[in-house]
């Protein structure tokens, strides 16, 4: 289930042009990331963009 959703959220929902997911490296510990708070928050369904988003912006500010 949880990779099922990760795979997802990688492969629909990242931005093509952005830096950010341009890198290989930034785009893993963004998938790590969201991964993390959707188990942090009780592993919902239908709130893989929320978490998508919550950690790409996590990753950019710790960068």
């Known amino acids: 289930m ?4 990760i ?3 990688k492969d629909t929902t990242r931005p093509r ?3 950010i997911a ?6 893993d ?3 790590t990331r969201a991964y993390y ?3 942090e928050e009780g592993m919902p369904q239908g709130r893989d963009l ?4 919550r950690a790409e912006q996590e990753v ?3 960068r």
């Open 7 to 9: 795979r997802r959220i």
């Open 17 to 19: 042009n952005s830096k």
């Open 37 to 39: 708070i959707w188990l």
């Open 29 to 31: 510990r963004i998938q």
């Open 60 to 62: 950019r500010c710790n």
């Open 2 to 5: 949880a990779t099922k959703l």
């Open 50 to 53: 929320e978490f998508w988003y």
């Open 22 to 27: 341009s890198s290989s490296d930034s785009s």
